[in-house]
């Protein structure tokens, strides 16, 4: 079937019915406005101090962090920071 | 006892399964879990009759080395289950046991007390890493994915009523469908706990016994299904459809075409005339979100095909592709949704039925299905969820590859499914608000998927359920900072680590 590039036809005009009813419409409000409070609560949720990961989720992540931590990158990166660290301390201990 | 500690050994008891083992290979199994440092008296080594399996190897290294040999027969386990001091049970099934790897199970399962039974990762022997999913009730049926070491606890096992006679040979893959079943929890440990190799040998019809203690399963909870062997130890699990429920095709389109396979085809057309033609689910509703632009002719062919069954809903807005399935959700009079893009053709008759058997399983909230770019790489196998972004499993595979534990061969959980091809029950869909406005273009699955898994029930890809989807590999889905921004407002914490599709990321 081959359709015009620029079709003229306004189809929703003969076909009444492809506008929402009235119940049709308010199912459509309350799925947007249940969203709304899922999100906002869900918000809530990600601000908590709690950690919201499973056991296996949560050992994952250590797992991932230690390696991270280990990894040949990271220990250049430490000796690469040291006099810049050294110097914050003796900052601090000077200026108190 | 060098390497393990004596405490912790108190606390332990090691038994080796015969089961599914080549003789040699048992006593290898056997042996690495004692080289691990356990000493003999708190290890056993459970071997079936002489008719059943060739244990005469193990059972002589047994003897040699000092170790228990139990009859494998349920009345035998359970009177020893019974009887033990230990809080955990480490079920050594093949491979070699790493000799941190107990005390690595120990520690989980002492960390979360709410953890009733523990598996973890192993790698073969020269290294590759066989990493297996978050606990997946659903892939359990279709896999006994678990792995060469499995932990329990012993209080967990004596509560679900220990073993039963008709799971010999697969005692243990029963006990993990019975922990789900009653309530417990199983869980994955992310860490290496042994070694082994990839044959699939079929020793003593091991693979016909997980079958039988799956069907036993689910006639236990009441699902009538058949159980198909794909290949051994790989089931495929045909589940009934229950009542024959009106099913909502939500599809959004403005009646475009594009050129598939050298011709020109209006794409809403052409994915409507695939599911009329070739779908074996008859109880279908079309509901058509349709721009106002979309031409006339396209409105009339979509009325030839569909017949009485054709919704067709105007949409006279900007673009937002959550607000017109929220609005063809408004319209649709099925119990369950399926949103579909216009831009698919459908491969497998039976679809339809697919996906609705594990829509209508305990805890399921979406189902998405196995969708193939025009070249047959796969474009959507689940998607992953890692560092707070979203992707697609086995993107772009070719047709046909798959991991080392078969995950594309099996019905299974997953992070989420694409809204090109999902399907959910109308009540959980307006339960969780729909599809969320703030994401109009990007990203609103994935916010439509944690709001499902929010609600305690998960998302399941069915390899069963083949679809082509015509999207180009290359197209930019052009991602608005905006869009990342309001889905990680949301769920960045629990979008870090992918578990369900390891293997394929």
Not at chain 2, 190 to 193: N, Q
Not at chain 2, 377 to 380: E, F
Not at chain 2, 496 to 501: C, D
């Given at each position: 079937m081959h359709v015009p590039?620029?079709?003229?036809?306004?189809w929703p005009d003969a076909i009444p019915e492809s506008r929402l009813s009235r119940e049709e419409r308010l199912a459509e409000e309350r799925l947007a406005f249940t969203d709304r409070i899922i999100g906002l609560e869900q918000q809530l949720k990600e601000l908590?101090?709690?950690?919201?990961?499973?056991p296996s989720e949560t050992v994952a992540m250590e797992t991932k962090y230690a390696a991270i931590d280990s990894s040949l990158g990271q220990r250049i990166a430490r000796v690469g920071l040291l006099p810049k660290r050294v110097l914050r301390r003796v900052k601090r201990r000077v200026l108190g | 006892m060098s390497g393990i500690d004596p405490e912790l050994a108190s606390r332990l008891e090691v038994w080796v399964d015969s089961?599914?083992?080549s003789g040699d290979d048992g006593v290898r199994t056997l042996r690495a879990v004692l080289e691990a440092g356990f000493a003999p008296d708190r290890v056993a080594v459970t071997v079936d009759d002489s008719a059943v399996e060739d244990s005469a190897g193990m059972v002589a290294a047994a003897n040699a080395a000092g170790v228990t040999v139990i009859s494998a027969s349920a009345a035998a386990l359970n009177e020893r289950l019974e009887s033990s001091g230990a809080d955990y049970l480490l079920m050594v099934r093949r491979g070699l046991i790493l000799p941190e790897g107990a005390l690595e199970a120990v520690a989980f399962l002492d960390r979360y007390p709410e953890v009733d039974l523990g598996y973890g990762d192993s790698m073969t022997e020269d290294g590759t890493s066989l990493l297996r999913p978050a606990a997946s009730p659903i892939r359990l049926r279709s896999s006994?994915?678990?792995?060469p070491v499995v932990v329990a606890r012993v209080s967990s096992l004596r509560q679900i009523g220990?073993?039963?006679?008709?799971?010999?040979?697969a005692h243990v893959l029963d006990l993990a469908l019975r922990v789900d079943e009653q309530g417990g929890r199983l869980a994955l440990i992310?860490?290496?706990?042994a070694t082994e190799d990839l044959a699939k040998d079929d020793f003593a019809g091991t693979s016909a016994a997980q079958r039988l203690v799956v069907e036993q399963a689910l006639a236990r909870v009441g699902v009538r299904a058949t159980v198909d062997e794909v290949e051994p130890f790989i089931r495929r699990v045909r589940y009934e459809t229950l009542d024959e429920p009106l099913v909502s095709i939500i599809i959004p389109t403005r009646g475009t075409s594009a050129t598939i396979a050298g011709s020109s085809r209006v794409l809403v057309v052409e994915a409507i005339r695939g599911i009329v033609e070739?779908?074996?689910?008859?109880n279908l509703e079309f509901v058509v979100v349709a721009d106002?632009?979309?031409?006339g002719e396209v409105i009339d062919a979509l009325k030839d095909l569909c017949g009485e069954r054709l919704r067709l809903v105007l949409w006279d807005a900007p673009f937002n592709f959550s607000a017109k399935m929220n609005r063809g959700a408004a319209a649709a009079k099925g119990d369950y949704l399926l949103l579909l893009n216009d831009d698919v053709e459908v491969v497998s008759e039976d679809w339809i039925e697919s996906m609705l058997g594990l829509a209508q399983q305990?805890?399921?909230g979406t189902v998405g299905a196995m969708l193939y770019f025009e070249d047959s790489?796969?474009?959507?196998a689940g998607q992953v969820y890692t560092g707070g972004m979203a992707g697609h499993a086995?993107?772009?595979?070719?047709?046909?590859l798959d991991d080392a534990i078969r995950s594309l061969a099996t019905d299974h959980e997953v992070s989420g499914v694409t809204a090109a091809c999902a399907l959910i029950s109308r009540d959980l869909y307006f339960e969780i608000g729909g599809?969320?406005?703030?994401?109009?273009?990007?990203?609103n699955d994935v916010d439509l998927n944690m709001k499902v898994r929010e609600t305690g029930r998960r998302a399941i890809f069915t390899p069963w359920a083949r679809l082509y989807h015509?999207?180009?590999?290359?197209?930019?889905?052009?991602?608005?900072?905006s869009d990342l921004e309001n889905l990680q407002v949301r769920w960045k914490r629990r979008m870090?680590?992918?578990?369900?599709?390891r293997m394929m990321m």
């Open positions: 590039a620029d079709p003229k036809h306004t908590r101090k709690e950690s919201l990961a499973s | 089961a599914g083992q006994d994915y678990l792995g220990g073993f039963r006679p008709e799971a010999r040979l992310p860490l290496m706990l070739r779908s074996t689910y008859r106002a632009e979309t031409p305990r805890g399921v790489s796969i474009q959507h086995a993107f772009g595979w070719n047709g046909g599809f969320t406005l703030t994401l109009p273009g990007n990203y015509f999207e180009s590999k290359s197209r930019d889905p052009k991602i608005l900072p870090q680590v992918e578990l369900y599709s």
